[in-house]
């Protein structure tokens, strides 16, 4: 078997991987999401780091609003809290922006060559930023895109800028509005 054929083969083993983690976790949310919340009780502000890190790691349907609202939910201190849930993501997002870069590129050209990677590439040159600010802020898919941006070489600044500082500002309005609600 040569190098392309593996390269294909891994590549379409671990997007079906992803896809199976991402339906079952999907099919079994309301579960997943009433454990997370159990686990943040239990463990408070290391499990919020973990869970947090785990969510923005791996990519499935939850995001660290989870484990941000069920701290706030649970007493804990909001701040200590934020601080948790922001580290556990930024950390999460650079490793994902990391294997991208490192990784990716190479994957891609070799399964599916330079033409196809310089045509997405130029895609993402025009509208990557906005989709990653989206994706940071909504509840689009934000995992894919931390690979993506590592992959296109998107610059580490713009990065923190697009996805970081923006992902900060998301948990931020989620613990003021978590609150905001609390006291009405």
Not at 81 to 106: K, R
Request: proline share 3%; net charge positive.
């Amino acid at each position: 078997m040569d190098y392309k054929k593996i390269m294909k083969f891994t590549g379409i083993t671990i997007a079906l991987l992803i896809t199976l983690i991402f339906l079952f976790v999907l099919i079994f949310f309301s579960t997943f999401k009433t454990e997370i919340l159990s686990i943040v009780r239990t463990y408070g502000y290391g499990a919020i780091f973990i869970v947090s890190f785990l969510l923005d790691l791996l990519f499935q349907p939850f995001a660290p609003d989870v484990p941000l609202i069920g701290g706030i939910l649970s007493g804990l201190n909001i701040y200590i809290v934020l601080l948790c849930v922001i580290a556990g993501s930024w950390i999460a997002s650079a490793l994902g922006y990391l294997f991208g870069d490192v990784y990716g590129e190479v994957g891609i050209k070799k399964v599916y060559g330079e033409k196809k990677y310089n045509r997405w590439k130029n895609k993402y040159s025009k509208y990557g930023r906005r989709i990653l600010l989206a994706a940071a802020l909504t509840p689009i898919p934000y995992t894919p895109f931390c690979w993506i941006s590592g992959i296109f070489k998107l610059s580490i600044s713009e990065f923190i800028i697009y996805a970081l500082l923006a992902r900060t500002l998301r948990f931020i309005g989620g613990a003021y509005l978590t609150i905001l609600i609390l006291s009405i």
